[in-house]
T-cell receptor
Framework: DGGITQSPKYLFRKEGQNVTLSCEQN?????MYWYRQDPGQGLRLIYY???????QKGDIAEGYSVSREKKESFPLTVTSAQKNPTAFYLC?????????????FGPGTRLTVL | GNSVTQMEGPVTLSEEAFLTINCTYT??????LFWYVQYPGEGLQLLLK?????DKGSNKGFEATYRKETTSFHLEKGSVQVSDSAVYFC???????????FGKGTKLTVNP
């Protein structure tokens, strides 16, 4: 089955620790995205990548970092610099076409800072 | 800039009631428009889409028409079911862009 997997589903972190969220896709999509979802605020874009070894900041990139060493993988690191990291994190992917951009989403990771 | 405004929720309906969730947008160029649905504890799934003015997207009994003159993309369903309970997001993709801009979401609860 083609799709996007995120792991873990639930993640707990102590303050001051960095943590990495995994996102893998086998859809052969060029572009991948990370969103943060908070209650009542919809989805906000953290980072996105259109091709391997290249990525751009989204609207709320501060305190986060990413890498794109393989087409299939786009891990997100939540650093200790992120002031309020508790949230639901969603990864998505799409073909890089420039038009009709349908994004496919993973099941999400819920991060809780203790 | 680009933005999406959805009606505030939550929306509570009885089974078989008619559903409308309003969505209006502001965009440069000619955006594509989307409705996504999120069931509790899950990621988002594409519900329907429209890529140009007057297009109607439809899926699972839901419909939305791309109205350029009113910059709207309202979601409708003639008869909702308990299984339609979810959060619905309206989104746009600006012309030539890979990014999506989302509304804040509308939570729908359908009671038996």
């Amino acid at each position: 089955d083609g799709g996007i997997t995120q792991s873990p589903k639930y993640l707990f972190r102590k303050e001051g620790q960095n943590v990495t969220l995994s996102c893998e896709q086998n859809l052969n999509h060029d572009a991948m995205y990370w969103y943060r979802q908070d209650p009542g605020q919809g989805l906000r874009l953290i980072y996105y990548s259109q091709i391997v070894n290249d990525f751009q900041k989204g609207d709320i990139a501060e305190g986060y970092s990413v890498s794109r060493e393989k087409k299939e993988s786009f891990p997100l690191t939540v650093t200790s610099a992120q002031k309020n990291p508790t949230a639901f994190y969603l990864c998505a992917s799409s073909m890089f076409s420039g038009v009709n951009n349908e994004q496919f989403f993973g099941p999400g990771t819920r991060l809780t800072v203790l | 800039g680009n933005s999406v405004t959805q009606m505030e929720g939550p929306v509570t309906l009885s089974e078989e009631a008619f559903l409308t969730i309003n969505c209006t947008y502001t965009a440069t160029g000619y955006p594509s428009l989307f409705w996504y649905v999120q069931y509790p504890g899950e990621g988002l799934q594409l519900l329907l889409k429209a890529t140009k003015a007057d297009d109607k997207g439809s899926n699972k009994g839901f419909e939305a028409t791309y109205r350029k003159e009113t910059t709207s993309f309202h979601l409708e369903k003639g008869s909702v079911q308990v299984s339609d309970s979810a959060v619905y997001f309206c989104a746009l993709s600006p012309g030539g862009s890979e990014k999506l801009v989302f509304g804040k979401g509308t939570k729908l609860t359908v009671n038996p």
